[in-house]
């Protein structure tokens, strides 16, 4: 009857070097973790942005849900110091203003990449072309409207919600 042989002791290289690759899997998976996009709403991109106007590109496939959840979010960035829009990726809109950089905010959500465009922001704000401004107004998938004391929120002709903001 023969004996296998008793295991050998790892050595401390080896100890060593499993220690560091199993806390490397343990940082990798934490930070993913920690990380993790907001599956709450859409993905969205900041497209272009003039003065106090905000153009977002949504996926051509969202849903009209999907888009309330990106304008409640947006209404939820309003509430309190304003700065939320800040997270948003949303440039300050009144960076001069001495009550805050975010008094004054229109962000029109799209989910056609050339409508959400810097030069179609532009045409749409010049308003010197009507065909451009009509063209711009029908690709509006959403709409967020924010001033001193009141907002507005709509997804097409549905009114999510329309007021006085409240304790902001």
Same mark, same amino acid.
């Given at each position: 009857?023969?004996?296998?042989?008793?295991?050998?002791?790892l050595d401390p290289l080896v100890k060593t070097a499993l220690t560091i690759c199993i806390g490397l899997i @343990?940082?990798? @998976?934490?930070?993913?973790? $920690?990380?993790?996009?907001?599956?709450?709403? &859409?993905?969205?991109?900041?497209?272009?942005?003039? #003065?106090?106007?905000?153009?977002?590109?949504?996926?051509?496939?969202?849903?009209?849900?999907?888009?309330?959840?990106?304008?409640?979010?947006?209404? %939820? %960035?309003?509430?309190?110091?304003?700065?939320?829009?800040?997270?948003?990726?949303?440039?300050?809109?009144? &960076?001069?203003?001495?009550?805050?950089?975010?008094?004054? $905010?229109?962000?029109?959500?799209?989910?056609?990449? #050339? $409508? %959400?465009?810097?030069?179609?922001?532009?045409?749409?704000?010049?308003?010197?072309?009507?065909?451009?401004?009509?063209?711009?107004?029908?690709?509006?998938?959403?709409?967020?409207?924010?001033?001193?004391?009141?907002?507005?929120?709509?997804? #097409?002709?549905?009114? $999510?919600?329309?007021?006085?903001?409240? #304790?902001?």
């Amino acid at each position: 009857m023969e004996t296998s042989p008793a295991p050998r002791p790892l050595d401390p290289l080896v100890k060593t070097a499993l220690t560091i690759c199993i806390g490397l899997i @343990v940082i990798t @998976v934490v930070g993913m973790i $920690l990380t993790a996009p907001d599956r709450s709403i &859409p993905p969205y991109s900041v497209m272009a942005q003039m #003065g106090e106007s905000v153009t977002v590109n949504v996926p051509p496939r969202t849903t009209a849900p999907e888009i309330e959840a990106l304008l409640v979010r947006f209404q %939820a %960035a309003a509430h309190g110091n304003r700065d939320g829009f800040a997270r948003l990726k949303i440039m300050p809109t009144t &960076p001069g203003d001495p009550a805050g950089r975010y008094q004054r $905010l229109t962000i029109y959500v799209f989910d056609n990449v #050339g $409508l %959400a465009e810097e030069p179609s922001l532009k045409a749409y704000v010049s308003g010197a072309d009507p065909l451009a401004r009509s063209s711009f107004e029908r690709g509006v998938r959403g709409i967020y409207r924010l001033t001193a004391g009141m907002e507005y929120g709509a997804v #097409g002709a549905k009114v $999510l919600f329309q007021g006085k903001l409240g #304790g902001g």
